[in-house]
């Protein structure tokens, strides 16, 4: 509370910075790939989790 009132930056304020340079760095990203690759799919959150899980999990 002290900080908000000097003026600094508050936890909330700081992670809502983050996550918009986050949202910034991936729609850039995004872009990029577009257009290095037109057919390429940009959408990695799936390719990421079963990634985790081929290399991670153990096998039946």
Do not use: W
Request: hydrophobic residues 40%.
């Amino acid at each position: 509370m002290a900080a908000h009132r000097a003026g600094q930056p508050t936890d909330n304020q700081q992670l809502t910075t983050l996550l918009a340079e986050d949202a910034r760095l991936r729609e850039a990203y995004r872009a990029e790939v577009k257009a290095a690759q037109p057919a390429a799919e940009s959408n990695d959150k799936d390719y990421i989790f079963i990634t985790f899980i081929m290399d991670h999990m153990p096998s039946a």
